[in-house]
Structure formats: C-alpha cells, structure tokens
T-cell receptor, first 113, second 111 residues
C-alpha cells in the first residue's frame, strides 16, 4: 500500500477563518512534506518533517503552521490567509529524507475568498 | 542553484510512442524521478532511476539516463488516451532534502 490520504478534498475559507488540512500515511515513512502547487506550475516545497521534527521551513509565512502529532499524521493549520494563497496543497511522504520513493496524496484544493 | 528543464508540450496519436525529455544541472544527483499528474489530481510516482543506471524498463515505460549530458528521458510505448496528463521530471536538491521539479510536460494524446 503506497497511499497518502488528505482531507478535505476541497476547502473554501474567508481571510479571517482558521482551518486545518490533514494528511495521513501508514507506510511507516519517517519523512513527511507539504508542497504548494499553483495552477499550471510545478509543486513547491513548504515544509519537511523528519522523525516528527520540523527540519525544513522554506521561508513560509507564519499564517501557515505545520504540525506532526505522530509519525503517521501531518497537519497544516491555516489562519488569516490571503487570496493569493489559493492553490492545491499536496502532502507527501518517504521512508527517510535524502532520496528513495516519495509518494503524494491527492491534495486539498484551497480557495481563499 | 539546481535546475530541472523540460519541454512544455507534446502531442502524439494513440498507439504511437511518446518521448518526454528532461535536463538537470546537479551532477551529484543520485535519484531522478518521473511523476504523472492528471487534471485535478495529486502526483503519481511513475518510476525513478538511480544515477548508476543507464536504463530502466517497467512495462510500457522506459527511462534513459545520460549522466554525461545530464539528460533524462521517459518513453511511453503504445501511448493511450489515458496517458494524457502532465509529466514532471524531478531531482533531489544538493542537500538531499527536497525534490526539485521541472515545469512539467503536457502530453496530449489524440485518437
């Protein structure tokens, strides 16, 4: 099983709302990632967690707050977003950082109004 | 910095072979990847190749790697309409911490 699941599939939120995106994998992977993908563009890395610790933050604004409650779960908390934050948010996981197979979830399509 | 380049569009007829090309700049790359993305979906890992290999074949997919020229290609044999999608070439950054994607090649298959 190489499945990464993400909820919700779609999310519409206002600029004053607080919401969370969730990601789950049961492959025993110890590295988990958040990517942002704008239309017709490649994914861009936001955060990397390795063994439940944040190892990389690609200068992401603080209105995005990641959390890794355990080795299977990854959350992305959203607060006071801007319309330009509307995008597809992709979660991914791999056995470790540094190479090997990296599997992506189906993404959450976020629209900020 | 590291960079991955791909042609943006490819159009083929059903039953033909498709070849999608990619060049990369990081000579220390150990893994190179091909991902497929259908409209509105996430990325599907199609295949990947270790840098010590020249070729990898998996059913209709053939990956060729030319390390000297830093060139990677994906050949899809007997292309079907279901193969229509965006194909991303990806490489790991020098720190080995994250994937760097090319801009993606949109493959259009006509019947």
């Amino acid at each position: 099983d190489t499945e990464v699941t993400q909820t919700p599939k779609h999310l519409v939120m206002g600029m004053t709302n607080k919401k969370s995106l969730k990601c789950e994998q049961h492959m025993g992977h110890r590295a988990m990632y958040w990517y942002k993908q704008k239309a017709k563009k490649p994914p861009e890395l936001m955060f990397v967690y390795s063994y439940e610790k944040l190892s990389i933050n690609e200068s992401v604004p603080s209105r995005f707050s990641p959390e890794c409650p355990n080795s299977s779960l990854l959350n992305l908390h959203l607060h006071a977003l801007q319309p330009e934050d509307s995008a597809l948010y992709l979660c991914a996981s791999s056995q470790e950082t540094g190479g090997g197979e990296q599997y992506f979830g189906p993404g959450t399509r976020l629209t900020v109004t | 910095g590291e960079d991955v380049e791909q042609s943006l569009f490819l159009s083929v007829r059903e039953g033909d072979s498709s070849v999608i090309n990619c060049t990369y700049t990081d000579s220390s790359s150990t893994y190179l990847y091909w991902y497929k993305q259908e409209p509105g979906a996430g990325l599907q890992l199609l295949t990947y190749i270790f840098s010590n290999m020249d070729m990898k074949q998996d059913q209709r997919l053939t990956v060729l790697l030319n390390k000297k020229d830093k060139h990677l290609s994906l050949r899809i044999a007997d292309t079907q309409t279901g193969d229509s999608a965006i194909y991303f070439c990806a490489d790991f950054n020098q720190a080995g911490t994250a994937l760097i994607f090319g801009k993606g090649t949109t493959l259009s298959v006509s019947s």
